[in-house]
């Protein structure tokens, strides 16, 4: 994203806040990995939307109408020394020559400045509970204004939250993040190419996994969107398995749920396929069951339908194919009602994508399922697990854990699946495993 993108959102935050307001945003602080070892650092994904600043110890201030620029940002001033040891800073030059700040401030200088930015202002825009010992910091900002009313100062007097302006703003993708999001997708899509042709009996799910963050890596995604999972056998009815640690074995299916982030922007790709390369007949059919839900899922996103229809659809397709295995036993309508698939399939059809791979956005409006709006991208994932042991199922499901996920932008017209370049249908599946 360039900068006139990051100062196009701001000041679209600010046109909401209008004037006799403060924003206040914190990034996100380093952490341990152990002893003396960080964690990579990623910056906060609403901080980083609205600023494009990628370092730590920084704080976002916007304050509407100020006549001495309105984007303030706190952080790091330049360190030869610190520099030689971690790596370059920004500075208080780069705050403003390179990331479009109109002021910047030593990170130091924080409780000294702020809050006379908030003298005279009626709120204060920001999200308590996310971090105690900010939201202790802010609120002391509050009372030194407030204790300065005999001098005729007044302090804000309300508070409101700064994420759910964010997260509506975040949920609409702009021309610029949907370019980045396809480009994550077609990063992930060639990862799971490889996979397919790479998997072999007696690997261990984390070489395969290797596949992926090399391919992630080598094409310009520096991270997956979240840990991989790779799970074979009855290790793909653990619905957040990471460990992925057991060797593969002929015979089984692995379940691999792996995207890249690329420029900040997520894919979430699941696929199922056979470790030897041919689904066995038990396998196939409840691929075929999954992959004809996940379709129906798909035709129903689209402007206009709300957020469940396309549950609704997959719930239908998976009710009555699980009849008609011999699974379920009863009326589709009545079993729909029960939520009898719920042994069987326990999470919803998908999510929000975006910056966060369970990106932001509210599901329902007052109360009612929201309606589908073209810029929105979102994830289709139906699946069906069988764990050995079920009680009631036959011996010939146990084990069979399936996911089929792509990624999907809704349009003016319908919608664009972003990862269709990877097989689904379990033909093309096979060839590709089989050298076809």
Not at 67 to 87: A, K, M, N, S, V
Not at 91 to 112: H, M, N, Q, R, S
Not at 307 to 335: C, F, M, S, Y
Request: aromatic letters at 10%.
């Amino acid at each position: 994203m360039g900068k006139k993108e990051f100062a196009r959102r701001r000041k679209r935050l600010m046109d909401i806040m209008n004037a006799g307001s403060v924003a206040i945003l914190p990034t996100a602080p380093e952490h341990i990995r152990n002893r003396d070892v960080h964690y990579p650092y990623r910056p906060d994904s609403n901080f980083y939307y609205l600023t494009g600043f990628p370092e730590p110890e920084a704080v976002m201030v916007l304050v509407p109408d100020r006549p001495q620029g309105e984007y303030i940002l706190f952080c790091r001033e330049r360190d030869p020394e610190q520099e030689t040891w971690h790596g370059r800073r920004a500075g208080l030059e780069g705050a403003v020559e390179e990331y479009g700040a109109d002021d910047a401030f030593p990170i130091t200088d924080l409780d000294d400045i702020v809050p006379g930015l908030l003298e005279n202002k009626e709120r204060v825009f920001y999200t308590m509970g996310l971090n105690e010992e900010f939201d202790h910091r802010v609120s002391g900002w509050v009372n030194q204004v407030r204790a300065r009313d005999r001098a005729g100062v007044t302090a804000p007097a309300e508070f409101v939250s700064l994420d759910h302006q964010i997260h509506e703003m975040r949920l609409y993708k702009s021309r610029g993040e949907i370019a980045a999001m396809r480009k994550a997708a077609r990063i992930a899509a060639g990862a799971h190419l490889r996979a397919m042709k790479a998997v072999r009996p007696g690997m261990y799910e984390y070489q395969l996994e290797a596949e992926y963050l090399h391919e992630f890596m080598i094409h310009g995604a520096r991270s997956p969107a979240y840990p991989s999972i790779v799970g074979g056998g009855a290790n793909a009815c653990i619905l957040h398995y990471t460990e992925n640690a057991d060797r593969l074995k002929e015979g089984d299916l692995v379940l691999v749920d792996a995207g890249a982030e690329y420029d900040f922007y997520a894919s979430d790709i699941t696929r199922t396929f056979p470790v030897g390369g041919r689904y066995g007949k038990a396998q196939r059919e409840v691929y075929e069951l999954v992959l004809a839900a996940q379709k129906a899922a798909i035709a129903r996103v689209k402007p206009g339908n709300h957020w469940n229809d396309p549950h609704d659809a997959a719930v239908r397709v998976i009710t009555k194919g699980l009849v008609e295995l011999g699974i379920l036993k009863g009326q589709v309508r009545k079993l729909i009602q029960e939520q009898a698939y719920k042994r069987f399939y326990m999470h919803r059809t998908g999510h929000w994508l975006g910056m966060d791979v369970h990106d932001v956005g509210d599901y329902k409006i007052g109360g009612q399922w929201r309606l589908l709006e073209p810029g929105m991208v979102l994830t289709v994932e139906p699946g069906l697990y069988f764990p050995a042991g079920t009680r009631g199922l036959a011996r010939r499901w146990w084990d069979i854990g399936v996911r089929i996920e792509d990624d999907v932008l809704v349009t003016k017209e319908g919608h664009e699946v972003l990862t269709e370049g990877v097989p689904k249908e379990a033909e093309e599946i096979e060839a590709l495993m089989n050298g076809g």
